[in-house]
């Protein structure tokens, strides 16, 4: 089976396994526990920020930054495929009692015009105030896209000029990353709050660290604990986040390398579903044309192949330190092949 589903399927390492067992622990919620301080510590520094609270999941972490920056009853504006407004099943509503409004792009890709007609700081008594502006990089549902540095920085002089918070989903950041050589430190300095995940190309089995300023890190800490995310001993996940900080950072080129071929051999087969071109990072979307994505998803899968419908016509494929270049380009040839057949 090849399994391009997610980046969120790989499983540790033996080496990571070992250097989970390995790590030294205690208890976090009493603050004792040195190999989660460490990853907070260091993914802080690596991002540009004073400080970083380990949490469960990306969606946690997200949760957690965005209500730093936006009270209940205030909105916060994102792109309309963003992962926080399609698939963190409405927590940021739900939970925290926000509010989102969304404005629409080409592949997820920050355009600052079009977040600069939406904004309303101050929006009176009878309009939804606008908090916070959150963007994700890599764009998931947008096709991994990278967001242009230039437009982050540009989008984050928008927001400090209304007094907005600026909020960033970069549970794939690290792939943003290595495929342009903008240092984390660049890409985190331009936010309040950041998110990364561990647990997707990584390989990581659990977790993601939010980073912002020691102060906000501190209350995120009581909504995380208040949430029912304070943890113990979690150093043993911790430990595989740290190995994969030193393991599996420069090898996220090789995916991108993977999802190349993935595409290339999909093109060959059906040229019209994917310009290989377009794709950046890891993560390849399809169009399947007049067949529908789950038809297609489901012929793949009978021949080995599993990849995600994501939309009537849209399918998803994610490469991953599970899949080799050589897996890609069969898969692709497999997905190719049934979409150039209908
Ligand atoms: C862009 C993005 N942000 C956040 C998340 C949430 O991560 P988690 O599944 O750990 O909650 C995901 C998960 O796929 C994602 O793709």
Redesign the pocket.
Known sequence: MIDLR?D?VTLPTPAMREAMLAAPVGDDVYGEDPTIFELERRTAELLGHEAGLFC???????LLGVRLLVEPGQEVVCDVA???AR??MGAHAAVHGLTMRTVGSVNGLVDVDAYAAVVAPSAGPYLVSTAAVAV?N???FGGGTIQPYDRLVELGELCRSQRLGYHL?G??LWNAHVATGVPLIDYGSVFDSV?V?F??GLGAPVG?VLVSTAANIARARVWRKRLGGGWRQAGILAAGALHALDHHVDRLADDHDAAQSFAAAVAEQAPPAVDPAAVQTNIVVLDTGDVTAAEIAAAALQEAVWVSALGPHMLRAVTHLGVSVEDAWTAGEVVGRLVGLR
């Open positions: 997610s969120t469960t999941t990306g969606s946690l972490a997200n963003a992962h926080i698939a963190e994700e890599t764009h998931n989903d549970a794939r998110s995940c647990s997707k993601s």
